[in-house]
């Protein structure tokens, strides 16, 4: 087992036992409120979340330390929630617990820890490991040593604690007052690193493959909580004037963000448009900044005017600036595009310009490639598109397109973009693709129609030599054999100088001979065993095949014309498993499907690898059903034997 998979399953028990330690304090509190059950609670189920993450993405990737760092960002909700959790029970319970002021002493820094393992994330993430160079080792060092720092000079501090906890003393060596400026750099070096880090990871984005920077983008728009935390803790000393729910809904968006968005970053990171959440995340971060500086300018100009009635006034000119930015987010969210997302507002302006451009008549749809090349920088781009009925993406050459970014239309898979194209662009493409698939669909249908028509032509022609021939061969020889005798048997009738007799039988054998010929011509062209219906005719089929043929006929009486083409599917589909596919049995059935067509299916369990397209006469029977409407499908996978499977409209 890799080492970060072992950490990471150390710091999911160890965060098991504080989560319960912290729920075990709260049964000794003599009543506690819906907030202490809130807090341990949601301490608890936080950690849970972020721990359960971890295991599973260690799980997933081993090797990673990614994992391991979600387990210890799971770990501190509880860690803190315990450390405070023992002095508030020892308050609630009117005297201390063994060691409480010891351990409040030692957790006055321990708020770092919200913050010190997510920005070891950013430095490490996606790939487990910190970029090379001097910059990203120091912002490492920092994160790790600066913190210590702090909580080991905030645990020194002589400073009274604030109430409840204004009896609690300070059992624990403490410094002068003199030396406290020192934490204060210290706390201002963690912003420096907190803003040091994200550098790291800006840089890392610049220098990553397409996949790594899509993680990146999802891991970024968790990450952004980091500042955000800030900012609800001025929020609320601004409004309250000391900590309160505004930074908990920071910290949660925190340790909910993070953890979720990371896995999803390094497991599913093609799940959805990364660049499409984080502009919304963006605009939204905006209005709300906006919304809060209204804000805070209403109550300081409300305060001076108004004294202690600023408050409404606030609230007021808030709720008014709100009415205004909301329907107005759309032309934010665009200008933010514009700021941070030129590519892809390029990318979404020139497919909608295409498409008008179709619409008028000015450019063709197959132009898509090329406009998606050069709106995202990107001349290696490819669009490949699946054509009706097909399982392969093609470009508009007919080169395979193995790989890339779906392009869906009604939840199906239409077309494929091998390059770096995001996935809003994709969608807005969908049109596009599925204009130049009917294209192509209708294209080919059209070049089939002329293949099939020529095909038609050369087979009749063909079929036309083969009769002359065999009529001047076969029946034709023999009339003109007939009557040569029968006039020489004229003209030696009386002078018993020729056996009339003899010559006469040999006239009649020459004529059987002829008519056997003609019908053999004839049943080439129709067998005459039809005239009895398809039922006799495939049972005489079944008699003259050389191998075990079942056959099977369900439905009323067919047309003729129905039942010539059913029997001749049937007949060369046979007469190819026999000679080609070397089949031991064929089964043949034909049936009537309910909306009214009739479906012949001939299978067989040869040796398969049939191929309409190489001149066999299954070709032929593509072009004899295509003649009537219907449609001829051919299954044949190497071993598996062959189906063959016409569908023939047949309207009673």
């Known amino acids: 087992m890799h080492w970060p998979r072992r950490l990471s399953l150390v710091t999911a028990s160890l965060t098991a036992v504080v989560a319960s330690g912290g729920c075990t304090l709260l049964f000794l509190v003599p009543d506690p409120t819906a907030g202490d059950v809130l807090t341990v609670a949601g301490a608890a189920v936080v950690g849970a979340f972020s721990t359960g993450l971890g295991v599973f993405v260690s799980g997933r990737r081993p090797a990673s330390p990614v994992g391991f760092l979600l387990t210890l960002i799971g770990l501190v909700p509880p860690l803190i929630m315990l450390s405070d959790a023992y002095g508030y029970v020892s308050l609630q319970r009117a005297r201390l617990l063994p060691g409480a002021e010891v351990s409040h002493q030692l957790s006055a820094g321990l708020w770092t820890l919200w913050y010190v393992p997510v920005m070891l994330l950013v430095l490490v993430f996606p790939d487990g490991r910190l970029p090379a160079g001097r910059f990203p080792r120091l912002v490492l060092y920092g994160v790790l040593v600066d913190p210590v720092v702090f909580d080991v000079l905030a645990t020194l501090d002589p400073t009274p604690y604030d109430p409840p906890y204004e009896d609690f003393g300070h059992p624990l060596p403490t410094a002068p007052s003199s030396l406290m400026w020192v934490a204060f750099v210290s706390l201002g070096l963690l912003m420096v690193l907190l803003i040091c880090s994200m550098l790291v990871m800006r840089r890392r984005y610049r220098t990553a493959e397409p996949v790594q920077r899509a993680q990146v983008k999802w891991f970024a728009l968790g990450a952004v909580a980091l500042p955000g935390t800030l900012l609800f803790c001025w929020t609320d000393y601004l409004l309250f004037g000391e900590v309160g729910v505004f930074i908990w809904l920071g910290l949660l968006a925190l340790y909910l963000g993070v953890p979720s968005l990371t896995a999803l970053a390094i497991l599913r990171h093609d799940l959805y448009d990364v660049d499409r959440a984080a502009s919304a995340v963006v605009t939204w971060a905006v209005v709300t900044a ?363």
């Open 290 to 652: 906006g919304l809060l500086a209204v804000y805070s300018a209403a109550s300081a100009s409300g305060g001076l005017a108004l004294g202690r009635g600023s408050a409404l006034v606030a609230s007021a000119a808030t709720a008014l600036v709100a009415v205004v930015l909301v329907p107005v987010k759309n032309r934010v969210r665009r200008r933010v595009d514009r700021r941070f997302y030129p590519v892809r507002q390029a990318a979404l302006a020139a497919v909608r310009a295409l498409e008008r451009a179709v619409h008028e008549g000015r450019a063709h749809p197959e132009q898509l490639e090329e406009a998606l090349r050069e709106a995202l920088r990107a001349p290696e781009l490819r669009v490949g598109y699946l054509l009706p009925g097909g399982t392969e993406f093609k470009d508009v050459d007919g080169v395979r397109v193995t790989a890339g970014l779906l392009v869906r239309a009604a939840g199906r898979a239409i077309g494929v973009i091998d390059g770096p194209c995001p996935r809003e662009v994709a969608t807005a493409c969908a049109s596009l693709v599925e204009t130049v698939r009917l294209r192509a669909e209708l294209a080919g249908a059209l070049g089939e129609v002329e293949a099939s028509r020529s095909r038609l032509l050369r087979a009749g022609y063909r079929e036309r030599r083969r009769l002359e021939r065999d009529l001047h061969d076969g029946a034709q020889s023999r009339l003109v054999t007939l009557g040569m005798a029968l006039r020489l048997a004229q003209r030696h009738l009386d002078d018993d100088t020729v056996d009339v007799d003899g010559l006469l039988d040999q006239a009649v054998a020459e004529l059987g001979t002829a008519v056997a010929e003609l019908r053999e011509l004839a049943h080439g062209l129709r067998p005459s065993s039809l005239d009895d219906g398809l039922g006799p005719a495939l049972e005489a089929l079944a008699a003259r095949a050389p191998v075990r043929l079942d056959w099977r006929l369900d439905g009323r009486a067919l047309p003729d014309d129905i039942a010539t083409t059913a029997y001749f599917v049937a007949s060369e589909a046979v007469t190819n498993a026999v000679k080609h596919a070397e089949a031991a049995t064929i089964g043949v059935v034909v049936r009537e499907d309910g909306d009214g067509a009739v479906r012949v299916t001939v299978r067989d369990d040869g040796r398969g690898g049939a191929n309409p397209r190489t001149g066999s006469g299954l070709s032929g029977l593509t072009d004899r059903v295509a003649a009537l409407g219907g449609r001829l499908h051919i299954t044949s996978g190497a071993g598996a034997g062959t189906t063959v499977e016409a569908v023939l409209p047949c309207v009673s």
